[in-house]
């Protein structure tokens, strides 16, 4: 890991950050730690490639304080990225509370039960976060666990009678649908009245259907 450069080197060799925006000084970093960014929790880095250049000609960056970077404004104006990524261990303890309210809330038992330590994706998060919320303006109400529990077994059978009715609705829609009918001729010379397997939209689909290759053979050779 290369040193921002305004790291400044003290005379028993270590190192301590200088704040870009209000020189404040940080911490002597440790001797063992030459990746002196690790060492300065809450310290930001900023790239800037076009500014600062080493004397080896790679490019730099600098560092921010926390105090600067209180305001938020100044880190996105300046692009400046967190300087440590949360642990594993705190990602996968968020993730597993998020699972669990999720799965609390859905109670969804099609959905195989998935690994704490695999990322959420986007959705799921998004799911997540919702739920959360949820639960915690039911919480701020008095509500209990158990109530949690049988607000979800609601929620999932509310869900599986809405897809229930959904599908006999569909099903009845198609029992009233006609089918499409060949408009071709058969071997025999009898005018084809075969059948489409699927169900079609009369109104939006006004061309011929024909069932195999010979009805429209006999209706090209009709035509010619």
Known sequence: MRVPVNAETLPDGRLRAVCEFCDKRSAPSTPADDGLPSSLPGWLVA??????????????????????????????????????????????????????????????????????????????????????RRAATLFRRGATPADLDALAEAEHRQAVEAACNEGEARERARAVRPRRRCRGRCRNGQRCRRASPEWWDSAANQSPWYCDAHCSQQRTRARG
Do not use: W
């Not at 996105?76 to 300087?83: H, K, S, V, Y």
């Not at 986007?122 to 959360?132: N, R, V």
């Open 47 to 132: 790239p800037y490639p076009d500014e600062f250049i080493h004397a080896d000609g790679s490019t730099g960056s600098t560092f921010t304080c926390p105090a600067c970077d209180r305001d938020g404004q100044r880190r996105q104006n300046a692009g400046l990225t967190p300087l440590l990524t949360p642990s594993p261990t705190r990602i996968s303890a968020r993730q597993r509370r998020a699972t669990m309210f999720a799965e609390r809330m859905s109670r969804n038992e099609s959905v195989p039960p998935r690994d704490a330590d695999e990322p959420l994706t986007s959705e799921q998060m998004q799911t997540a976060a919702t739920t959360l």
